[in-house]
């Protein structure tokens, strides 16, 4: 399983070539969208998600709960955080819409969201992107660009059309004209911290099978 993931995160050839397309939501999908969030059903797994990811920072990552992986590249860091059959493909993807919308919060725009599906010889591959960029804005002290957490993109994997996984990927922009962007870790506080799911938030988790 290890191995078959890995080459789904490298850029391997496709059998069939494919172009990224823009994806935007329905009206349907927003109004669905807009309900998921009145009804805070992401509180069931922004907690439980940062805790895994610490868990797995620390060495303590088990396969009880959900599942994080840490991604550690040069000028790169980011996260794998893997669905688990509890949450279901709706509130997968409803969750995936959100992190970028906690993302467009912190001072940034969703510069390109797209699209792709790729047919490879045992199964298709189908992946959403978003690329978030800072709002441009200056440090007050410096006057050097406020890059804050760096270029972030986010992605959504999925393998013949089940959810796999949601990639959270910052890239801090070396240049002299900007300021050093804050950590990944702040990131992730700053996205994933929340308070825990209440009963009253778990018993919603059902109602959003379909996005």
Known sequence: MFNFISQLLRSSPAAAPAAWRPVALTSGQRQRHGR???DEVYLNWLA??????????GGAGGRRGLRVELLREPNRQGALFYYDA???????????EHIGERIIALGYHCACADGRTQTHEHHT???????????????PYSGQCNQRF??????????????????????PIENSSFAPAASFEALLQAVFDAPPPTPATEAKISAYKNF
């Open 36 to 38: 998921w969030l009145a």
């Open 48 to 57: 439980p998600y940062f805790k895994a990811y610490h868990l797995q920072k």
């Open 86 to 96: 509890s949450i279901n493909p709706g509130n997968f993807r409803h969750f995936f």
């Open 125 to 139: 591959e189908n992946t959403l992107k978003q690329f978030f960029k800072p709002d441009p804005t200056d440090c």
């Open 150 to 171: 760096g270029l972030i993109t986010l992605d959504l994997l999925s393998v013949n059309g089940q959810p796999l996984l949601i990639r959270l990927v910052s890239n």
